[in-house]
T-cell receptor, first 119, second 110 residues
């Protein structure tokens, strides 16, 4: 079955440590996204990528970094510069890229998320 | 700027009750509108969508109609079940990203 796989499900970070969250998709989707979810809030966009070797900052990119070396993979690194990293992180993908026709009607498909906590 | 406002939760209903979760939006242009559902500890799943005014999205007994005149996309279900307990998110898509509401937690009691 096609889908998005996020790993690990739970992750703990020590002070001053960088950690990397994995996101892999086998849907052959061009666009991939990283969101942060905090309790009682909607999703906030961290980074997105519409093509291999290219990515753009979202609304809350500070303290995070990404890479897109392969179409199916979009790992997120939470750096030590992110002072409040405790959250639920969601990866998503979509078949359409902006501003192609039909982009607006295409949904995003989500992984099951990674919960990051501070030790 | 674009924004989505959902009714605050939690919404608590008895099984077989009628459900409405309100969603209103502010957007330029002609956005697409979505409802997603999130079960505990999981990612989000697309529930339904509508891409133009007066479209009705439906899935699993849930419905929502894209009302441009009232800038609304309220989620409804005629008879809820315990298994519908989850967090529901309204979202709009008017450019490169989805804009999300804060989510509404729905609790269905047997």
């Amino acid at each position: 079955d096609g889908g998005i796989t996020q790993s690990p499900k739970y992750l703990f970070r020590k002070e001053g440590q960088n950690v990397t969250l994995s996101c892999e998709q086998n849907l052959n989707h061009d666009a991939m996204y990283w969101y942060r979810q905090d309790p009682g809030q909607g999703l906030r966009l961290i980074y997105y990528s519409q093509i291999v070797n290219d990515f753009q900052k979202g609304d809350i990119a500070e303290g995070y970094s990404v890479s897109r070396e392969k179409k199916e993979s979009f790992p997120l690194t939470v750096t030590s510069a992110q002072k409040n990293p405790t959250a639920f992180y969601l990866c998503a993908s979509s078949t359409a890229t902006w501003p192609s026709p039909g982009f607006l009607g295409q949904p995003q498909h989500f992984g099951d998320g990674t919960r990051l906590s501070i030790l | 700027g674009n924004s989505v406002t959902q009714m605050e939760g939690p919404v608590t209903l008895s099984e077989e009750a009628f459900l409405t979760i309100n969603c209103t939006y502010t957007a330029t242009g002609y956005p697409s509108l979505f409802w997603y559902v999130q079960y505990p500890g999981e990612g989000l799943q697309l529930l339904l969508k509508a891409t133009k005014a007066d479209d009705k999205g439906s899935n699993k007994g849930f419905e929502a109609t894209y009302r441009k005149e009232t800038t609304s996309f309220h989620l409804e279900k005629g008879s809820v079940q315990v298994s519908d307990s989850a967090v529901y998110f309204c979202a709009l898509n008017s450019n490169y990203q989805l804009i999300w509401g804060a989510g509404t937690k729905l609790i269905i009691k047997p």
